[in-house]
């Protein structure tokens, strides 16, 4: 082992395979906010959060959308809020597809609708039981300064800390990166971005990860909406 040092580095990822252009046919890679915003799914994608009627008084919900391309998706409901805020382990799952601008789902339960960025629920006799608003949750690490006497890996600029690496126009860290300088114990502040892939699935959807001490590596994958298994973002390989 080497000595106890603590490490910040802020990174970001790009896919491992694919392109910028939005005009792919086959499973469309994104690896750009803006370029992904061409794509109508993309809007709709995300989470939700607001109250459900249970017929015994309100209830905070939480739903995550999930595209799975050309106007498809998945809706995960969570009761008492989203994972990390509220949820009481209970969830609702089910198929939606857009249909002339609106998001349409459909359950044994009732159905919802997605426009203008609001989830509306019905009963399956078709009264509305709740509305939830779109939101976005951010970590509150996100761009955290470097402490003092951190060491810095990379800051945008330049990837003089790294082998056989290179950064992108637009500031990131392009992969496989290698640090120069050697570390046993320490803290690593990392921050990325994986890319909108709506059409891939499971461990193909931006999957990457950072290699501590060249044995561990932790998954960065774009899990959003799975499970939450040992295997997906975060998990230690």
């Given at each position: ?102 998001a349409v ?118 899990s959003f ?13």
């Amino acid at each position: 082992m080497f000595g106890r040092r603590f490490v910040f580095a802020v990174l970001c990822t790009l896919p491992a395979v694919g392109t910028r252009a939005a005009e792919q046919k086959e499973n469309p890679t994104y690896d750009d906010p803006l370029a992904a915003a061409a794509d109508p799914d993309f809007a709709i994608q995300g989470e939700y959060i607001g109250e459900l009627d249970t017929g015994l008084g309100a209830l905070k919900t939480g739903a995550r959308v999930i595209s799975l391309g050309k106007g498809k998706f998945r809706t995960v409901l969570y009761l008492g809020g989203l994972p990390g805020d509220g949820w009481n382990k209970e969830v609702y799952e089910g198929d939606g597809e857009l249909k002339n601008g609106v998001a349409v789902f459909e359950q044994p339960q009732g159905a919802g609708r997605i426009e203008n960025g609001t989830l509306t629920m019905t009963s399956s006799e078709g009264d509305v039981v709740g509305k939830l608003a779109r939101t976005e949750r951010k970590s509150t690490t996100l761009g955290r300064k470097p402490p003092e006497k951190a060491v810095v890996l990379f800051d945008g600029k330049n990837a003089d800390a790294f082998e056989n690496s290179r950064v992108s126009d637009d500031g990131l860290l392009i992969p496989s990166a290698t640090s120069k300088q050697k570390f046993g114990s320490c803290t690593l502040h990392l921050e990325f971005r994986t890319p909108f892939m709506p059409e891939a699935r499971g461990q193909g959807r931006g999957n990457s990860g950072c290699y501590l001490q060249g044995r561990y590596e932790v998954q960065i994958l774009d899990s959003f909406g799975l499970a939450g298994k040992d295997n997906e973002c975060g998990g230690i390989y």
